[in-house]
């Protein structure tokens, strides 16, 4: 496992920091972590360095859902909009 995810509760939101990697095998835990949150879920992704194909899918599953992006890196956000877009042509 090359990501770590630390929880963050507030008054009405749930703030999950993911450092590292995001790859398959961590996508479980995050998603788990996704369900036990109390109130909105923010994604606090300032120290996620890349993720593969699907921590990408799954980021997008969790923004679907109603999660929250903050922390974006310029590499990250051209990873998720255009992973976003091959999937859409």
Known sequence: MVVR?????HAERTVLQV???LQAPD????SQE???ASGSV??????LQSADARGVDAIHE?????AKL???SPYLELLL???RESTAG
């Open 81 to 83: 909009s255009t992973s």
């Open 27 to 30: 996508v479980e835990a995050l």
């Open 62 to 66: 969790l923004v679907s859902q109603g």
């Open 70 to 72: 903050q922390g974006l």
């Open 19 to 21: 450092d590292g990697l």
């Open 42 to 47: 923010t994604l606090e992704l300032s120290n």
């Open 34 to 36: 996704c369900r036990a």
């Open 5 to 9: 995810i630390t929880k963050k509760n």
